[in-house]
């Protein structure tokens, strides 16, 4: 449940970081999205409640913006919706894309080449997503959990290779052993700097790679500031892993997850109850009702 520390708001501070919230950013799975892979009633009450006191809702998300699109549907959001870490911010309404950055061929060729090491090529299964479309070098165990929990089809090409006439949204790398990814993770970080690849764990089994300008806190102040014209005071954002952590760090107030691990709750202001315990109505209604 809640956890005190001394980077958390003390409970006099509440009403105070509260009363200026005019955006709420959710991510989705472990934060609006459990084990059911659904929003559960308490929490899709409780955006609604949100709404009708005049806060925009929004979401960002490391899914694919197809995949992402019926929880946009779901909360009934009127903005654009922040997919891939925020590499691609699209408005469903009139289907204006206001940004799309993508990695490079040649660092995707170069991640091609790192994951098809011999000791590496048996335990992960890659996925390139090029507009919009997912596409891997084989169908996996894992891609087929993947795909059938994120509503899309893969496709299965041999080499990857052959998709890079254009440039992938974002690169990803499954393994059921987090080991292999905690590796995978800290070996890349010392391959590519921050300005050439941003490289995060959106959980602890996915490795991802975006453009160096990617994350979700320049998303989420793309969309504060450029397009709605508001400050950081004026968002609130829940989220439960490390491609949260950015998000989080520039919202007036960040929340993060009960099952978030230790280092994102570190940087919140505020812990909420777990994902299967309805954490986000819970904070959502503890600031903004």
């Known amino acids: 449940m809640q956890k005190a520390s001394a980077t958390h708001l003390a409970s006099t501070d509440y009403q105070a970081a509260a009363k200026d919230i005019k955006l709420l950013v959710l991510d989705i799975d472990g934060t609006i999205a459990g084990h059911s892979n659904t929003l559960s009633e308490p929490v899709k009450q409780a955006i609604v409640a949100a709404q009708a006191r005049g806060i925009q809702v929004a979401i960002a998300t490391g899914r694919m913006y197809r995949s992402a699109l019926r929880f946009h549907k779901d909360i009934g959001s009127t903005l654009p919706l922040m997919a891939y870490q925020g590499a691609w911010i699209q408005d469903p309404i009139t289907q204006i894309i206001h940004r799309h ?21 048996s335990l992960l299964s890659v996925h390139f997503y090029i507009n919009d479309q997912l596409y891997v070098r084989e169908l996996t165990r894992e891609t087929q959990i993947y795909a059938e929990r994120s509503g899309v089809t893969a496709i299965p090409v041999g080499d990857l290779r052959q998709t890079l006439t254009n440039e992938p949204t974002k690169i990803l790398a499954l393994s059921d052993d987090t080991d292999v990814i905690d590796k995978l993770l800290g070996n890349l970080r ?97 600031f903004l009702l």
């Open 101 to 121: 950055w993508a990695v490079s061929r040649e660092i995707a060729h170069q991640l091609i080449d790192y994951f098809e090491q011999p000791e590496l090529r």
């Open 190 to 286: 010392r391959q590519y700097t921050p300005a050439e690849l941003y490289l995060t764990t959106s959980v602890a089994t996915f490795f991802e790679a975006t453009n160096a300008s990617v994350n979700k806190g320049t998303a989420v102040r793309y969309l504060a500031e450029e397009l709605l014209g508001l400050q950081l005071a004026n968002v609130m954002a829940i989220g439960d892993n490390f491609n949260d952590a950015e998000m989080l760090e520039y919202a007036g107030l960040g929340v993060a997850m009960g099952n978030a691990p230790a280092g994102v709750q570190a940087i919140a202001q505020w812990v909420a109850p777990s994902v299967e315990e309805d954490g986000a109505a819970v904070a959502i209604e503890k």
